[in-house]
């Protein structure tokens, strides 16, 4: 089976946020103790895995994502990633449907010029008191603080501006005692005509990611998040990680779009056999 390393959210070769693909040969996914050895081999932040589903269902394809310490309940990366994979490896055309465990179905549009576009839930945000030894661990004033619901389970934290989100030097090894999945920090951007109108960065050391370059599920907390602040439901936001990258979101009642475009940089063959399940 041939194996990717894929460039999501990004344009260009060695930006964005890479994701490993797998496109099983069979039916089923195998024991999850395999899954979880090829992502820690990956050693991305996650590792999609992926099926064929019988026609004639509500989707196309099964998918879940493993980081090198567990599965998640759902990845935007890794999504738009296997979308680009199945695009230009000729089994899918135009809208795919992905049946997962914890989220549902999920679809992804594919543009002709290669702009994907992923349809997820909307995180629902709680307010949540600020937790001291949090802000602490992240070196920053809070603004507000928000849990973003069971699927996501990250804090969301709201900060003074841009250079606050960009400069912080976080304690990961606390961060990852006090965390479920991930804390995600966010602010607007400072120059609205920049080409992005919100900034976040997203730190996951509880499920061995201690920061993802970019993030598409934390913005289906961003999405309703900064859509209400601002007062319009189409925005872009840029992660601003070491790699950095863009994420075009919109708001549609309970479900959240993002958009982005896919690199495949790595594509080879796995040299291990497939366990049954």
């Known amino acids: 089976m041939r194996i990717r390393i894929v460039d999501a959210f990004t344009d260009r070769a060695f930006a964005g946020n890479p994701a490993g693909v797998l496109i099983l040969d069979g039916d089923t996914f195998p024991a999850d103790d395999w899954l979880q050895r090829i992502a820690i081999e990956v050693n991305h932040s996650e590792t999609a895995f992926l099926h ?3 026609e004639g269902g509500d989707a196309d394809w099964a998918l879940r994502w493993f980081t090198p310490a567990a599965e998640v309940a759902l990845c935007g990366h890794a999504t738009l990633a296997s979308a680009h994979v199945l695009h230009r490896a000729g089994p899918a ?4 449907r992905f049946r997962t465990v914890r989220s549902g179905v999920l679809t992804a549009d ?3 010029d290669g702009l994907i576009t992923l349809d ?3 995180s ?3 307010p949540l008191d600020a937790d001291p030894a949090l802000l602490a661990a992240l070196g920053a004033e809070a603004l507000a603080t928000h849990w973003t619901g069971p699927i996501t389970d990250d804090v ?8 606050t989100v960009r400069g912080l030097t976080p304690d990961v090894s606390v961060l990852a005692k006090l965390t479920r999945r991930g804390v995600l920090v966010t602010a607007a951007a400072d120059d609205p ?3 992005y109108d919100f900034v976040s960065r997203f730190f996951a050391p509880a499920v061995g990611v201690a920061e993802d370059p970019v993030t598409g599920s934390a913005h289906t907390s961003l999405t309703p998040f900064w859509t209400a602040r601002l007062g319009r439901d189409e925005l872009t936001g840029y992660q601003a990680s070491a790699r950095g990258g863009l994420v075009k979101v919109a708001l549609r009642g309970d479900r959240t779009l993002l958009g982005g475009y896919a690199v495949t940089t790595i594509d080879g063959e796995l040299q291990v056999d497939v366990p049954a399940a």
């Open 52 to 54: 064929r589903l019988p």
């Open 93 to 96: 055309a135009g809208r795919i």
């Open 110 to 112: 594919v543009a002709e």
């Open 120 to 122: 997820f839930p909307a």
């Open 124 to 126: 629902p945000l709680s």
């Open 156 to 163: 969301l934290v709201e900060v003074a501006d841009e250079k």
């Open 193 to 195: 005509a920049g080409g």
